[in-house]
């Protein structure tokens, strides 16, 4: 299988792209390193990519981030961050991807706990993880040829101990749950799936 | 009570408008009619009304519109027209809004059944009704001062007859109960519900 890895080079990407390439063809995308540089706010910079990957069979995305800070300060610019990149960076990849994959080919994204389970100063994140969580929903009763789209939705994960006094009371999740909920969706037959590991 | 009602010429506003005004005084907001104007997809204009407004007590959102088209042939500019007007005009709503709410006050937003249940071409639409719900979620956590916030989200309803074929099996909802939704959010003590009526 040829996999498409954005945000490979990553905390998660880099285990994502381990165990994935082991048995398959991985063309690693980074902002500034991996095999192929995209900057996914930019959606020109997305067709970019597309074009020099060719087709492809599964577009996994570790990539994309937000505003985290306190509602009551909270600016339209802050939270547009969320919105470019976590949020139309990951859409962009499937409205543009979708003309590049190959029949019964997948796209994994990334959410997280916040959606359902908002810390405070989570609002941009909450809002953007919920719309790309909506948008896998709706855009799996669409895709073509068999294509299967699905979320990866984590909790606050073990690599990551200084955001831990941010999410008090969540337990912080193993990279290997997160790994194996990729393998899931890029490996297995399920779409349209929030695959939640909490 | 004060209520700001930003949408209230619209199908749905008129009848929140008529429910609400007998007992509160009621400003109403449209893009081209009512006693003020704002073109919620501009951050500027929004913040203009609100400087016109003054203080107020509840902000009641029924405005806000997106893309309804396959997803096969969605552009990311059709995709923003969702995130500017439905998702992002309503957060702005509230990030502005926030500032001139007295204690107690409350923010009532629209989102929909597309959400949870989306049909064929809703895409944009289940984006950014899902971002909207989660911004609702985690802006609960945050609002100071006592002041609330839900959203409603309505099925089809059954004065929008032109909608029901692109909807098949969804139930059409009464505009009546989805005033209730409304009353229940304005009037009622409630905070980060998504108040569904389907």
Redo the contacts between chains.
Sequence with gaps: MKIVIVGATGTLGSKITADLEKDHEVIKVGTKTGDLQADITD?ESIKIMFEKVGSFDALVCAAGGGHFG???S???EE??KG?NSK??GQ??LV?LG?HYINPKGSFTLITGV???D??????NL??????????V???A????NGVRINAVSPGVVEDSPELFEAFPGHKPVSMERVVFAYRKSVLGHVTGQIIKEV
Excluded: H, W, Y
Excluded at 118 to 123: K, L, Q
Excluded at 126 to 135: E, K, L, M, P, Q
């Design positions: 959606p306190p509602l009551n909270m600016t339209t939270f547009l919105v949020m139309m859409i962009n409205l979708q916040l959606s359902d908002p810390v405070r100063n989570s609002v909450a809002t953007v993880n919920s719309a790309v969580n909506g948008f929903k709706a855009a009763l669409e895709l073509e």
